[in-house]
């Protein structure tokens, strides 16, 4: 039976990651979030931009849903990410599904869609 003598290092303890910028509380005046920067010694407010794209380019997304463009061909001509062009086209039919359907109508119009799920011969 052997005997090992060898002594072990002890295990080191991660320590805190230095973070210049520190959360310190909230302006009770303009109820936003104030900062700390600890290499300055200040107290300071982070500048929020407006993120999003305009109505006007929301709309236009629609109107190329409503003549058949697919949301990819959209999303390259408007300059936008083809998921938003989706969500903004589904936002908008979910607030025509809310809308009342009129009590009276005089018809309904139809359309039949073929497709074909075989080899054409």
Same mark, same amino acid.
């Given at each position: 039976m052997q005997i090992y003598n060898?002594?072990?290092k002890k295990a080191r303890k991660k320590g805190k990651k230095?973070?210049?910028y520190v959360k310190y509380g $909230?302006? %009770?005046a303009t109820g !936003?979030?104030?900062w700390y920067d600890k290499k300055e010694n200040r107290y $300071?407010? %982070?500048k929020y931009? !407006?993120?999003g794209c305009d109505e006007e380019i929301k709309k236009q997304a629609v109107e190329f849903a409503k003549e058949g463009i697919g949301c990819r061909k959209a999303g390259r001509?408007?300059?936008v990410s083809h998921v938003s062009v989706y969500r903004w086209v589904l936002e908008y039919?979910?607030?025509m599904l809310k809308q009342a359907l009129p009590e009276k109508s005089n018809g309904i119009e139809l359309d039949e869609l073929w497709s074909f799920c075989q080899k054409k011969r």
């Open positions: 060898k002594k072990t230095y973070k210049r $909230f302006c %009770k !936003k979030q104030r $300071f407010f %982070k931009e !407006k993120r001509l408007l300059h039919c979910e607030k």
